[in-house]
């Protein structure tokens, strides 16, 4: 008999996704954890029956997300990714040799322990990297405390709910600034600007432009996350986030010069000011 997985995308949209083989389930202090072997996506990350990582297209998210700030940016010695359990994020960090640091602020250790278990191709940098320091606890409170730090926050978080709705505020955003050194950026998971999360997007937005002396938007094609695309808010203290300065790292799939400037070629309907609530 065929088994499916379904992710309820709105409360009257849902994706299902045939399942091969489920890997793991466990119940951590936080959330459901399954990594499920799947037909079409290959092996996927879900927590709380959300998917959050699939083989098939991980790249694509986590090469935008991470390069457009690494190589906007003018030096980047000192990254900061906040959640990103899985992996995918510090392994794109880490292809950049000037960065020396990668701090990874993951509030739940049964992710990270459950990725290096089972899906090696996220987990890969998560061992042996002499350049990353794996804290785990409440990303919100460690940022709290933190002063020209870093020089590009990558915020890989999953929704707004729960403990993870605290990324998504004003008063967050407000200390990632402070925790930014000089010429700092930040990119953001901004979820789909399709459906549901639309009206916090043009919140998030409007916060960037008060806080951020540049703040832009961008976007990717990422199948498996609602409607496929994905928009990023990015925030600079420094250079314009828009602009490539340096040729791309090796070794990627999505990530070129041309997509950098392309991706903040956005629609009528997705440019903030003219965004308006479905
Ligand atoms: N790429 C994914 C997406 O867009 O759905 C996100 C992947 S990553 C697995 C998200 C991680 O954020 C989860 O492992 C979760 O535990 C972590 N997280 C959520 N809230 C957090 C918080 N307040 N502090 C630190 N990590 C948090």
Known sequence: MREWFYEEQTPSTRIAVEIRKILH??????????????IQFGRMLALDDVIQVTELDEFAYHEMLSHVPLHAHANPESVLVVGGGDGGMVREVSKHDSVKRVVLAEIDEA?????INHVPSFSVALKDNPKLEIRIGDAIEYVKNLHEEFDVIIVDSSDPVGFAEGLFSREFYGNV??????GGMVTIQGESPWYKYRPMIKRICGWFGEIFPISKQYWANVPSYPSGVMLFPVGSKGNDPAIPIREPVCGLRYYSKEIHKASFVLPLHL????????
Request: charged share 25%; proline share 3%; hydrophobic share 35%.
């Open 177 to 182: 600034h402070k925790a930014l050194r000089p």
């Open 25 to 38: 389930e466990e119940q951590s202090q936080f959330q459901n954890i399954k990594i499920i072997d799947t």
């Open 111 to 115: 992710v990270v322990n459950a990725s």
């Open 271 to 278: 440019q903030v000011e003219q965004m308006e609530e479905f």
